[in-house]
């Protein structure tokens, strides 16, 4: 079965700091994994995305890893700020042909950052 | 439009009840996906569509769950006879290249049954 397991469930840090949040999948093959960010009643929104190829991909003070080989990505946030508190969720396509497919969540990790 | 509008944003119903949820993806994208966020961050994935079609239903409680993409009208998720279960945050995306592409997610309708 396919699954996204994402660590830590939930973090506190301070402002400023950095931290880095992983994810761990068993979907193979897959087509691409991204990383979302989910604020409270908010739908989510597109981080990064990345194929199966791609070892790293960076988005502002966002960046995103991947080892295929290992099935990890981490997500790692620089100079954290009050705004970035929210859900980031790991997601993984499995790669069937192409088509419109369900996406393969995880539960998410949920991110407070204190002043 | 430029983004994936919901609507309702809130929806109240008794149990037992029909509930009706609509969603007008980006102009352009052909594929259309419903989700069903439980929990914190729990996504169940439900029903998918290529156009007007359905594309992967494996995720719809066939029972009681219906969905439809029809030319020119927003994308629709009715849930007949509601149940305390289905009370949820149901999210649709909508992606111009199907699982390979970018999923815009919109901004979900909370169906709550009571």
């Known amino acids: 079965k396919n699954q996204v397991e994402q660590s830590p469930q939930s973090l506190i840090i301070l402002e400023g700091k950095n931290c880095t949040l992983q994810?761990?999948?068993?979907?193979?093959?897959?087509?691409?994994l991204r990383w979302y960010k989910q604020d409270t009643g908010r739908g989510p929104v597109s981080l990064t995305i990345m194929t199966f190829s791609e070892n790293t991909k960076s988005n502002g003070r966002y960046t995103a890893t991947l080892d295929a080989d290992t099935k990890q990505s981490s997500l790692h946030i620089t100079a954290s700020q009050l705004s970035d508190s929210a859900s980031y969720i790991c997601?993984?396509?499995?790669?069937?042909?192409?088509?419109?497919?369900?996406?393969?969540f995880g539960k998410g990790t949920h991110l407070i950052i204190q002043p | 439009g430029e983004e994936v509008a919901q609507t309702p944003k809130h929806l109240v119903r008794g149990e037992g009840q029909k509930a009706k949820l609509y969603c007008a993806p980006i102009k352009g994208h052909s594929y259309v996906f419903w989700y069903q966020q439980v929990l914190k961050n729990e996504f169940k994935f439900l029903i998918s569509f290529q156009n007007e079609n359905v594309f992967d239903e494996t995720g719809m409680p066939k029972e009681r769950f219906s969905a439809k993409c029809l030319p020119n009208s927003p994308c629709s998720l009715e849930i007949q006879a509601t149940k305390l279960e289905d009370s949820a945050v149901y999210f649709c995306?909508?992606?111009?290249?199907?699982?390979?592409?970018?999923?815009?997610f919109g901004q979900g309708t909370r169906l709550t049954v009571v």
């Open positions: 997601v993984v396509t499995p790669y069937s042909g192409g088509g419109a497919d369900g996406l393969t």
């Open positions: 994810c761990n999948y068993t979907v193979s093959p897959f087509s691409n």
């Open positions: 995306a909508s992606s111009q290249l199907g699982q390979g592409g970018e999923a815009f």
